[in-house]
């Protein structure tokens, strides 16, 4: 059996803010092509986790690895020239651009790319922005009007049609079907197994198990600031879930994960 190594492996990361605790210790795996929901109670640290391996923060400790290399990312942008594309659970939209704006920011499209003197492709920015919020199923009717007219989920689709749209080596959602109708929950899921044809990895916050079930390979338990477990999806069922989340079951209760055949 041929062991694979990790897209991104992270051991003893910690923040604390003053005295408290967010995180702890915490580790985790994630494999090539794998999808893997993080799960856990309100305030059990999975924002800030999500935070710090995306250069929003710093830790306190620990260490962070892509393709088996070290890495510190000074700011999100420099996650994103990595190919880590975030959707955030509070939303990192610039309020008062409109949709492309929103889309492109940061790697505008231009026609003639001449340093200051570059013109940008307006209409080609309208034309794809246009197509990856499409995947997203959600309606908005007037594409050149800023962003601080629309709902929180109309927010939420242009975050995870952009995310969708550009991410190469890593995807991570921060709950991102929380704000979002029954029809468009369900085209965000297909576009998440889209990503899982394409053999993009993904890390998914959700406090919908229904959901987790469904989609991921592996599931994660954070509880009150470290990283408890992980268990494979189809090894486990939603009560063991909920019971480790909980408290009323132990890791150490739990069966051996056995043994991978492929
Ligand atoms: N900027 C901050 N300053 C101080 N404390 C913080 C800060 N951010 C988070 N915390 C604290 O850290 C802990 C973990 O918060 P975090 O947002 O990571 O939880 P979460 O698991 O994402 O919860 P939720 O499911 O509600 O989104 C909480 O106790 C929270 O109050
Ligand atoms: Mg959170």
């Given amino acids: 059996m041929t062991s694979l190594q990790p897209v991104l492996h992270i051991s003893g990361l910690t923040k604390h803010y003053g005295g408290v605790e967010a995180l702890t210790d915490a580790g985790f795996s994630l494999l090539p092509g794998e999808h893997a929901a993080i799960v856990g109670d309100n305030g059990a640290g999975k924002s800030t986790f999500v935070r710090l391996i995306t250069g929003v923060e710093q830790p306190n400790a620990g260490d962070i690895r892509l393709d088996g290399n070290k890495v510190s990312f000074a700011s999100p942008l420099d996650a994103r020239e990595q190919g880590i594309?975030?959707?955030?659970?509070?939303?990192?939209?610039?309020?008062?651009?409109?949709?492309?704006?929103?889309?492109?920011?940061?790697?505008?499209?231009?026609?003639?790319?001449?340093?200051?003197?570059?013109?940008?492709?307006?209409?080609?920015?309208?034309?794809?922005?246009?197509?990856?919020?499409?995947?997203?199923?959600?309606?908005?009717?007037?594409?050149?009007?800023?962003?601080?007219?629309?709902?929180g989920g109309q927010r939420q689709c242009v975050a995870i049609a952009r995310a969708a749209g550009f991410a190469k080596n890593l995807i991570i959602l921060d709950e991102p079907t929380a704000a979002l109708g029954v029809a468009e929950t369900a085209r965000v899921e297909q576009i998440i197994k889209g990503l899982k044809a394409k053999g993009i990895p993904l890390i998914i916050i959700s406090h919908n198990l229904r959901q987790v079930f469904e989609l991921v390979d592996r599931i994660w338990v954070f509880r009150q600031g470290r990283i408890i477990c992980s268990r494979l999806t189809r090894q486990t069922h939603p009560e063991e879930i909920v019971g480790l989340i909980t408290g009323a079951i132990h890791p150490s209760q739990l069966p051996a994960e056995e043994a991978l055949t492929c």
Avoid: C
């Fill in 85 to 151: 594309e975030t959707v955030y659970q509070t939303l990192a939209l610039a309020e008062d651009l409109d949709v492309p704006a929103n889309i492109f920011l940061g790697r505008e499209l231009t026609r003639f790319n001449l340093g200051p003197l570059s013109i940008l492709n307006h209409k080609a920015m309208r034309e794809k922005s246009a197509e990856m919020l499409a995947t997203t199923g959600v309606k908005i009717q007037d594409m050149s009007e800023s962003l601080r007219g629309m709902s």
